[in-house]
């Protein structure tokens, strides 16, 4: 896997983890790949991905049974939403609105645009 | 542990390499050591391994003098080096020559990491290609086990799918009682495998630190413009744009960019080391 994005290498596995997430690949209860699979998945330091699964785990996304592995939280899935949610707020949100403002773009303007071309599979 | 303590070694008179060289390494980690051209990376690994002796000081390696060349120490620690030779004999009889000698050998993740490799069976190692051997060379020092493993630059001659099969094997062979040392050129082949960068320059180490600790302290920018002077700790042209390292505000970690955080190490070590350490 090749990284890009200038977030830190633990972070951008745990967007990984989160995809998986929200497409349904992984489910309540699951068992998901131990922190060294996921290791030699993304060709990285296992002490990276133990940071990966410790920030999901603070987060209640996932947890540990002892012994067993880590497995997606009951409500693995909402915090997972809610996370995204926070995330699109709070970094991605003011871009695109200085975006908008540097273009001249009102919300009125997106509105109209939405409603002519709505977009696919929404 | 791995402790060199107030080592001093030169090749010539009054041309100190290592001058009161001191260099803790933990296990469980692994360590890129990065250095410029003839600043020692080779010597120094040398001296961990025992194949070297200090002028004066110690290199102690899990409690063992390293010069002593203890072989309880010995079969612990595998080099695979930068330039090597192997003999004119197949694999199988290079392995049960050599295997012996290392008490926690195991066949089964040889034959495994062989064949990741690709590497044939029936070519004389001295008939293979350079990349060929040194893959050959990688799977054997990981198959011994042992607790040290030294590797001088392990990526060169490796084509494309080698360096990520080489990423995965690391990946799945590191554990807590290991430590890994890994000497380097090719740092964007490695990045992400390394968990403590460590820099040797002028006879001295001058940076060990963990890149979980480096990501919280730094961030890596490739553009500067409107970075305020005062939040820069360096800075370089890159491709017609200043790029450089910057005081981390944000609290969010960034991808640790080791060019950068090499070429403004050798720059001014200790303008980072103070940032990291205030």
């Known amino acids: ?122 | 542990m791995i402790t060199l303590q107030d080592v001093q070694f030169s090749y010539k008179k009054n041309k100190p390499l290592f001058d009161h060289l001191n260099l803790t390494l933990q296990p469980g980690f692994i360590y890129g050591l990065l250095g410029k051209n003839g600043a020692g990376k080779t010597s120094l690994l040398k001296h961990i391994a025992g194949l070297l002796y200090p002028d004066a000081g110690v290199c102690n390696i899990f409690g063992y003098e390293a010069q002593a060349r203890n072989p309880e120490m010995l079969q612990d620690i595998f080099l695979v080096p930068e330039e090597f030779a192997l003999p004119g004999v197949l694999p199988a009889s290079y392995v049960k020559l050599h295997a012996p000698f290392y008490s926690k050998f195991n066949y089964e993740q040889l034959n495994r990491y062989l064949a990741e490799f690709d590497i044939p069976t029936d070519t004389k190692l001295a008939n293979m290609s350079y990349g060929q051997k040194k893959k050959f060379l990688i799977s054997f020092a990981l198959a011994t086990n042992a607790r040290l493993l030294i590797l001088d630059e392990p990526t060169n001659g490796l084509d494309i799918p080698s360096k990520s099969q080489f990423r995965k094997i690391m990946a799945s062979a590191l554990d807590e009682e290991k430590v890994v040392i890994i000497s380097t050129h090719q740092v964007r082949d490695l990045e992400n495998l390394i968990d403590n960068v460590v820099v040797l320059e002028k006879g001295h180490i001058i940076f060990n630190r963990n890149i979980a600790e480096i990501s919280e302290r730094m961030a890596f920018e490739h553009n500067l413009r409107g970075v305020d002077e005062t939040e820069i700790l360096y800075a370089e042209d890159m491709q017609g744009r200043r790029a450089g390292i910057v005081k981390n505000q944000s609290g969010l970690e960034t991808r640790v960019d080791l060019e950068l955080l090499f070429n403004g190490i050798v720059k001014d070590a200790a303008v980072i080391n103070n940032h990291l350490t205030y």
Do not use: C
């Open chain 1, 1 to 122: 896997m090749e990284f890009r994005e200038s977030q830190a290498i633990y972070l951008q596995i745990a967007e990984r983890f989160f995809e998986n997430i929200l497409q349904k690949k992984w489910t309540s209860g699951d068992k998901i790949p131990s922190i060294r699979d996921m290791a030699v998945e993304f060709e990285v330091n296992p002490n990276t991905t133990m940071r990966t699964f410790n920030y999901l785990q603070d987060k209640g996304v996932i947890y540990n049974k002892r012994g067993i592995g880590y497995f997606l939280a009951d409500d693995g899935l909402e915090k997972t939403i809610a996370l995204k949610k926070e995330q699109f707020l709070q970094e991605e949100l003011p871009l695109f609105l200085r975006t908008m403002q540097l273009l001249g773009l009102s919300l009125d303007d997106l509105k109209a645009y939405v409603q002519k071309h709505p977009l696919a599979g929404s």
